[in-house]
């Protein structure tokens, strides 16, 4: 099996402001009248907080990036009880500006991929990602598109 060096997810939709991040939310909208095809993918963004939140115990990087900003989750330590907890927190910085918002996981594990293509509930068939270089493996003119690099 080839490795891929990149995962990158892309979207072009209204993308998302960077606060939304440091307060873990997100306000997309209710699936209710929509038609399946057309509903966003994910609803609360637990899914890419909780890759983030992975990724800080592991040996690949999740850079974020939408509107004009870019980010990287990182580990805070903070003291609960006279414990040490480790938070989520992100390190933002401005960028040029894009249009809608970017995943990209940096050197990605032969086991994540793996993890990936096994997956029983999947968006996509991450099957068909391994072995592929330089291609894009979903377009979608709304939604964007995941491309193997």
Known sequence: MKHATEIKITDNGRGYDEKKLRLKISDKP??????????????????????????????????????????????AIEEVDGKNAEELVFIV????????????????????????????????NLRKLLGRKNEVIYRNEQRGEILID
């Open 30 to 75: 209710d699936h209710e009248g929509i038609a399946f095809d057309d509903r966003p993918i994910g609803m609360h963004g637990d899914g890419l907080k909780r890759l983030c939140a992975a990724s800080l115990n592991m040996p690949f990087e999740i850079i974020l990036r939408s509107r004009n900003w870019v980010a990287n989750p990182k580990k």
């Open 93 to 124: 910085n401005d960028t040029e500006e894009i249009t809608g918002s970017e995943t990209r996981i940096l050197k990605p594990t032969p086991e994540f991929l793996a993890y990936m293509a096994n997956a029983e509930r999947k968006i996509l």
